[in-house]
C-alpha cells in the first residue's frame, strides 16, 4: 500500500492518537475513552483507497484493517472476528463451546445466556450473519447456528459477546440461517435439517418415516424467540432472504425422505421451497397453526400443495442458497449437479399466484464444474461459486449466463482459479448486501494438504484471501484456522462501533446486579461476604494490581459464587478470577462484573489469582479462600 496515500496518514494519525492516548493514561491512572473514528473518515478514506491505490492485502504493523470478518469456527463452536485483507485473528467470540480464558459457559452471566442448554460444551456452528436494515449491515447482531444441538444464538458487537441462545423446539439440528434483509432484520431465518417426528417422544412408530419432518423456523431477531415454523415436505439445507421482504428460499437435498445414503440421492430432483411471509404471517394471525410438544410456537402447514409455499424442482443434491445483491435472483447451488440453479425472484409472484409453474421461474442453469456449493458476488454482475470436487473457484457472469440459457452464444464463465484445497463456503467484501464492493473474496478450504508445515495428522483449514477488485482473480493469501469454519461474512469496519468499556448497567451482568441489590451491596464501593444458609456470595473489586480483598473464610461443602467487578477505567485492562485448584476460572473486562459459583469441597489454603495479565505487578494479585473442614 502507498504509505503516502491519505488513507494511510489517517491510519497513522489514528495510530498515533492512540499511542499519546495511552500515554496519558499511564500517567493518571484513568482516563476517556478515545473518539472513534467516524463513518465520514471511513468513506472518505475508502475513496482514496479506490482512486489511489490499488488492491492491497498488505496491511503494515500498526495499520488497521479495512473490515471485519466474522467466521464461524464450526466444530469448534465458536466465532472469530478476523482483519479483512490482513487475515489476522483479532478475537474469538465462544458461544456454544466453554472457554477456559473468558470463562464463557462457566459464570453464572453466561449460564444464564445459555439457559436451558447451559449444561452443553459441545456445538457445531457454519452460519454467521448480520442484522441488517433495507439490505444493508446495521452492526448491531450477528447471528449463529448450532448443527449439533439445535440451536441459534446472538452476538451483540458492541460488545462482541454472545448475549442471547435459544434452543428452537419441535426442530432438530439447525443448519442454513440467515437474516430478513428487507425492511430491517426482523426475523432470523433457519432450517432444521435432519426430519424426526414433530413429537418425537418414542411413543409413536420410530420407524414410520412418512411421520417424519424438517421445519422451517422463524426466530424475531430482537427477543430471540420462535415467532412461527413451517413444516416443509423433504428436508431443508441452506437458506438465503430476498431483497423485498417478501420470499425466503430453502434448499432440499432430500426429498426423498431417505434413511441412508442410497435413499438420499435416488431421485434425479430434489427442490427449492420458497417461503412466502406475508402469507405465513397472515396464516399464523388467521390462527391457521397447530403447536406439539406442550410450547405454543404456531407451527404452519407448508407441504406440497400449501400456500404458504411453492417447490421448485432442482437437479439433485442442492446445497448452498445465495441471493445476488441487486435483489434479483436466488441461486441454488447443485453440488452433485455441475450447475447452478438460477431462480428470478421477480417471477415469485406469478409463481403463488399460479400464473406460471415452479420450473418457469428457473431462468438459467449454468454448467460451471464439479461440486459447486456455494456463490458469491461483486457489484460488476459477476458471480464466483465454489467448485468442492475441481477444488476451483469459478468466476462467471449472471447475465450471460442467463442470455447463453436463451440461446445467445455468449461464454457466461470468465474465469477458473485452483484454490487449496476442496472449498466450502466462500464469501465477498459486503458480499451478501447491497454494498457488495467487488473488493475482496475469502474461500474457505476444507483441506490444506500442502500448504502448511505439517502439524500431525490433524491439518488446519486453509482460508484464502482473493483479490476480486481487477478482471482476474488473484490469489493473495492463504490462511490457516483451526476447525472448522463453514461460512463467514466480511463486513466494512465504518458498519461497527464496538465499545472499549463495559457500560455498568448493562444487561449482560444486570442479574448478578441486582443480586447483589438484594443482599445490600454495591458493586463498585463495596467488598463483602454474605451468607445465605450454605451459600456464601463473596463480592469483590478488582484495580490494577490487587482485588478488594484478599481472603475470605468459608466452611467445607459451602456453595461459594465469587463476584468480581473490575474498577479498572482503563481500556484493554482486563482482569481474571481463577481458584486454584477448582476448575474455574473467569475474564472481568473493564467495567464489568462477572460471577461464577463452585463448592469449596477442599478444606484448606486455597490461592485465588489474577490469571489474565493486567499490571507488572499481576503476579502479585492474589488472595486466600480459607475452608475451614
Ligand atoms: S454448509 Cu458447510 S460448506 Cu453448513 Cu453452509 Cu456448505
Ligand atoms: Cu489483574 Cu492480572
Known amino acids: 500500500m502507498n504509505k503516502d496515500s491519505d488513507s494511510s496518514n489517517n491510519i497513522s494519525l489514528e495510530n498515533e492518537d492512540r499511542r499519546k492516548f495511552f500515554g496519558k493514561t499511564a500517567l493518571i491512572g484513568a482516563g476517556a475513552v478515545a473518539a472513534p473514528m467516524t463513518a465520514t473518515m471511513f468513506a472518505t478514506m475508502a475513496k482514496a483507497n479506490a482512486s489511489e491505490v490499488e488492491n492491497s492485502a498488505t496491511v503494515h504493523p500498526g495499520e488497521l484493517d479495512e473490515y471485519y470478518g466474522f467466521w464461524s469456527g464450526g466444530q469448534s463452536g465458536e466465532v472469530r472476528i478476523l482483519g479483512i485483507p490482513s487475515m489476522r485473528e483479532l478475537m474469538r467470540i465462544p458461544v456454544f463451546n466453554t472457554d477456559s480464558a473468558t470463562g464463557w459457559g462457566l459464570t453464572n452471566e453466561s449460564k444464564r445466556i445459555k439457559g436451558d442448554s447451559a449444561h452443553l460444551h459441545t456445538g457445531d456452528s457454519h452460519h454467521p450473519h448480520m442484522s441488517m436494515t433495507d439490505g444493508q449491515y446495521d452492526g448491531k447482531y450477528v447471528f449463529i447456528n448450532d448443527k449439533a444441538n439445535t440451536r441459534?444464538?446472538?452476538?451483540?458487537?458492541?460488545?462482541?459477546?454472545?448475549?442471547?441462545?435459544?434452543?428452537?423446539?419441535?426442530?432438530?439440528?439447525?443448519?442454513?440461517?440467515?437474516?430478513?434483509?428487507?425492511?430491517?432484520?426482523?426475523?432470523?431465518?433457519?432450517?432444521?435439517?435432519?426430519?424426526?417426528?414433530?413429537?418425537?417422544?418414542?411413543?409413536?412408530?420410530?420407524?414410520?418415516?412418512?411421520?417424519?419432518?424438517?421445519?422451517?423456523?422463524?426466530?424475531?431477531?430482537?427477543?430471540?424467540?420462535?415467532?412461527?415454523?413451517?413444516?416443509?415436505?423433504?428436508?431443508?439445507?441452506?437458506?438465503?432472504?430476498?431483497?423485498?421482504?417478501?420470499?425466503?428460499?430453502?434448499?432440499?437435498?432430500?426429498?426423498?425422505?431417505?434413511?441412508?445414503?442410497?435413499?438420499?440421492?435416488?431421485?434425479e430432483r430434489d427442490h427449492v421451497v420458497i417461503f412466502n411471509l406475508a402469507r405465513c404471517e397472515a396464516a399464523v394471525k388467521a390462527g391457521k397453526f397447530k403447536t406439539y410438544n406442550g410450547n405454543n410456537v404456531p407451527v404452519l402447514n407448508g407441504r406440497k400443495g400449501s400456500e404458504l409455499t411453492r417447490y421448485i424442482p432442482v437437479p439433485k443434491s442442492p446445497h448452498g442458497m445465495n441471493t445476488s445483491p441487486d435483489g434479483k435472483y436466488f441461486v441454488a447451488n447443485g453440488k452433485l449437479s455441475p450447475t447452478v440453479s438460477i431462480i428470478s425472484i421477480e417471477k415469485l409472484d406469478d409463481l403463488f399466484a399460479d400464473k406460471i409453474k415452479p420450473r418457469d421461474a428457473i431462468v438459467a442453469e449454468p454448467e460451471l464444474g464439479l461440486g459447486p456449493l456455494h456463490t458469491a458476488f461483486d457489484n460488476r454482475g459477476n458471480a464466483y461459486t465454489t467448485l468442492f470436487l475441481d477444488s476451483q473457484i469459478a468466476k462467471w457472469n449472471i447475465q450471460d449466463a442467463i442470455d447463453a440459457h436463451n440461446g445467445k452464444k455468449v461464454n457466461y464463465l470468465r474465469q477458473k482459479l485452483d484454490v487449496h484445497y476442496q472449498p466450502g463456503h466462500n464469501h465477498t467484501s459486503q458480499g451478501e448486501t447491497r454494498d457488495t464492493d467487488g473488493k475482496w473474496l475469502v474461500v474457505l478450504c476444507k483441506f490444506s494438504k500442502d500448504r502448511f508445515l505439517p502439524v500431525g495428522p490433524l491439518r488446519p483449514e486453509n482460508d484464502q484471501l482473493i483479490d476480486i477488485s481487477g478482471d482476474e482473480m488473484k490469489l493473495v493469501h492463504d490462511g490457516p484456522t483451526y476447525a472448522e469454519p463453514h461460512d463467514c461474512i466480511i463486513v466494512h469496519r465504518s458498519k461497527l462501533k464496538p465499545l472499549k468499556l463495559w457500560p455498568r448497567n448493562d444487561p449482560f451482568f444486570n442479574e448478578t446486579i441486582a443480586q447483589a441489590k438484594k443482599d445490600g451491596v454495591d458493586v463498585y464501593t463495596q467488598n463483602k461476604v454474605i451468607r445465605d444458609g450454605n451459600k456464601v456470595r463473596v463480592y469483590m473489586t478488582s484495580i490494577a494490581p490487587t482485588f478488594g480483598m484478599t481472603e475470605f473464610k468459608v466452611k467445607l461443602g459451602d456453595e461459594v459464587t465469587v463476584v468480581v467487578t473490575n474498577l479498572d477505567q482503563v481500556e484493554d485492562v482486563t482482569h481474571g478470577f481463577c481458584m486454584t485448584n477448582h476448575g474455574v476460572q473467569m475474564e472481568i473486562g473493564p467495567q464489568a462484573t462477572s460471577s461464577l459459583t463452585f463448592i469449596a469441597n477442599k478444606p484448606g489454603v486455597h490461592w485465588y489469582y489474577c490469571n489474565w495479565f493486567c499490571h507488572a505487578l499481576h503476579m502479585e494479585m492474589r488472595g486466600r479462600m480459607l475452608v475451614e473442614a
Not at 460488545?159 to 440461517?177: E, R, S
Not at 424438517?214 to 412461527?228: C, G, H, K, P, Q
Not at 426429498?255 to 438420499?264: P, T
Request: proline share 3%; charged share 20%; hydrophobic share 35%.
Open 152 to 267: 441459534v444464538a446472538r452476538i451483540r458487537c458492541d460488545i462482541m459477546k454472545c448475549d442471547k441462545m435459544l434452543t428452537v423446539p419441535n426442530a432438530y439440528a439447525i443448519h442454513g440461517l440467515r437474516v430478513q434483509k428487507v425492511p430491517y432484520t426482523k426475523y432470523v431465518i433457519c432450517n432444521g435439517e435432519f426430519e424426526v417426528p414433530i413429537v418425537n417422544d418414542g411413543k409413536s412408530s420410530l420407524n414410520d418415516v412418512s411421520t417424519y419432518r424438517s421445519l422451517y423456523n422463524v426466530i424475531n431477531a430482537e427477543t430471540m424467540e420462535m415467532a412461527f415454523q413451517v413444516e416443509v415436505d423433504g428436508n431443508l439445507d441452506n437458506t438465503d432472504a430476498d431483497f423485498d421482504g417478501k420470499y425466503f428460499a430453502s434448499t432440499c437435498y432430500n426429498s426423498e425422505m431417505g434413511m441412508n445414503l442410497g435413499d438420499m440421492i435416488s431421485s
